[in-house]
């Protein structure tokens, strides 16, 4: 029996077990996922750690670290993005920051982006670290909210060798506040002041939810943020809901875009949606041009949340593969 022969006969069996059994034939693994822990700060992030398959003894491959956007947990599509990495060569680190998903630390939820940078950092270094890693060719990736993180950090710290930032968010304040009636900002920062006295007087740490329909109170009142988070959460049962109203404080002076021209020479491969309104693919573009070189700007027809999963999702992560290929592998 040929070759071709033995491959079809296979296929067929393949099939046939599929319809008999209602199983999936399982392929050859690419990789290998461990659940791991790292210190950040005193306290233990939780990660994916994926290796993949048939490193010689001693071998040592490129490294991507990643995390997520706005609130999320690691469970809300990255290994989407992450297998396809690791399928193509790469040693990776997938995380969730303190105070969120599988990561220790109090009060929940409470987003701080100078903290989130720092636990990248930590992140960067503990995969260093690790006998798999050649430490002279790590990568950053991020999307969203750490979109603007990997963007950040690739400015300062240049240990970091190529980055990704996949539809980021560029400058909070100008993107979302500053467009605001003066008597909206004005209530918002009255709003934020009166939290901070109630945290002093009482101790209490209050909360607003992340996402919520339309019309009812929210980080972000908007029906496409909602349907969206309801969707990458289905199957991320330690992604909360809720937030404390002090991580605003923080949010609002957020503006990772201020030092993109220091990111040159490390190379920056920016990934956007072309009907962004979560994180505007005008102001996105804009960033893109203050960018030095080497440089590259993919856009992609649709929606920023249609980069998780679904159909465009391979028009997302595609370019992406082939960007840390071509710096992190050569």
């Not at 969707?231 to 609002?252: G, K, V």
Request: hydrophobic share 45%; glycine share 6%.
């Amino acid at each position: 029996m040929n070759a071709r022969i033995r491959f079809v006969w296979a296929m067929v069996v393949a099939v046939v077990a599929t319809v008999i059994l209602g199983t999936t034939p399982v392929l050859a693994q690419k990789y290998e996922r461990r659940d791991v822990t790292f210190k950040s700060q005193g306290l233990d992030c939780a990660a994916w750690y994926y290796v993949p398959a048939g490193l010689k003894p001693g071998e040592k491959r490129p490294a991507i670290v990643m995390a997520h956007g706005f609130s999320a947990v690691k469970e809300m599509y990255l290994d989407n993005y992450a297998s396809k990495f690791a399928a193509a060569g790469f040693v990776v680190l997938v995380f969730d920051y303190r105070y969120f998903g599988g990561s220790a630390g109090e009060p929940r939820s409470m987003l701080l982006w100078p903290e989130q940078i720092m636990d990248y950092r930590n992140a960067i270094t503990w995969a260093a670290l690790q006998p798999q890693v050649d430490p002279q060719r790590i990568g950053v990736w991020g999307t969203s909210y750490s979109g603007g993180h990997a963007m950040y950090l690739a400015a300062y710290d240049k240990r970091i060798k190529a980055v990704v930032a996949q539809v980021p968010v560029t400058n909070v304040w100008s993107t979302y506040m500053a467009r605001w009636p003066a008597e909206q900002q004005t209530g918002f920062l009255g709003w934020l002041a009166q939290n901070r006295a109630d945290r002093v007087a009482t101790g209490k740490i209050n909360e607003i939810a992340v996402a919520a329909p339309e019309g009812k109170p929210s980080v972000w009142p908007l029906q496409e943020w909602y349907d969206s988070f309801m969707d990458l959460s289905r199957d991320a049962p330690s992604w909360r809901n809720s937030m404390p109203i002090e991580s605003l404080d923080t949010h609002i002076t957020y503006e990772p875009v201020t030092p993109i021209a220091r990111i040159s020479p490390t190379p920056l491969l920016m990934v956007i949606a072309s009907d962004d309104v979560i994180t505007p693919t005008a102001d996105e573009k804009e960033a893109f041009e203050r960018a030095g070189e080497p440089k590259k700007l993919v856009v992609v027809p649709g929606r920023h949340f249609e980069a998780y999963h679904g159909p465009k999702h391979d028009a997302f992560v595609q370019p992406q593969v082939a960007w840390f290929k071509q710096w992190l592998m050569q």
